[in-house]
């Protein structure tokens, strides 16, 4: 099915925006640093780059299968010189809400509408099925409250970059005190590159709604 074939980034931007109309939760500076995190965090499930005291390096630079990888690998690749993930959460954020969408919409799960209001066109992206795009919500869910199916890493990195993010609500509506339990220990488990990234991105997150920009 095609859930299984979801990218960490993908899921963060499902449960970013509403499953029918396709508007945002989050504020756009959280959603786009949110989304970021995601797609750094791939790169390091991958296994192509790693993250420590700050800085992130490039460890492989074998092209990833995904397209969005590759070109965001190619990215840190190619600007070597910055290294600081804060720096690079803040560049992605700039454009990883319409660089996921777009895999979304490539993948068959949403499709891209634009409209144009006072000379201007903006891109948002709407699920074609609905129930589908809700589908990561229920599932990280049902995950927080049962001990069975046990959750992956890419599982426990999303609810991370959730929690980051200030998500957590809509995945924790409606659970007990089991779940936020789960969740919480979930994070703290995680291997130190992927704690590190989720720490920054929630830092970042932090001082963009703040200032009110990304």
Not at 85 to 109: H, I, K, M, N, Y
Request: a neutral charge.
């Amino acid at each position: 099915m095609w859930e299984d074939r979801l990218l960490v980034a993908d899921e963060f931007f499902l449960v970013a925006h509403n499953d029918i109309r396709g508007k945002a939760r989050l504020h756009p500076a959280a959603t786009g640093l949110g989304l970021a995190g995601g797609l750094l965090g791939e790169l390091v499930l991958y296994g192509h780059i790693v993250v420590v005291d700050g800085d992130l390096s490039v460890v492989d630079r074998r092209p990833p299968a995904d397209a969005l990888a590759h070109t965001v690998l190619d990215q840190l690749v190619g600007e070597a010189q910055h290294r600081s993930v804060r720096t690079w959460l803040s560049f992605l954020a700039q454009s990883a809400t319409t660089s996921v969408g777009e895999r979304l919409s490539r993948a068959g799960v949403l499709r891209r509408r634009e409209s144009r209001r006072l000379l201007r066109t903006t891109v948002g992206y709407v699920p074609v099925d609905p129930n589908a795009a809700a589908w990561p919500t229920t599932r990280l869910r049902v995950l927080l409250e049962r001990s069975d199916p046990p959750p992956t890493l890419a599982d426990a990195v999303l609810l991370g970059l959730i929690a980051a993010a200030g998500l957590d609500r809509e995945v924790l509506w409606s659970t007990g005190p089991r779940a936020q339990h789960r969740l919480t220990s979930l994070v703290a488990a995680l291997p130190a590159p992927l704690k590190e990234l989720v720490a920054h991105t929630e830092a970042a997150v932090g001082a963009a709604v703040l200032r009110g920009g990304p």
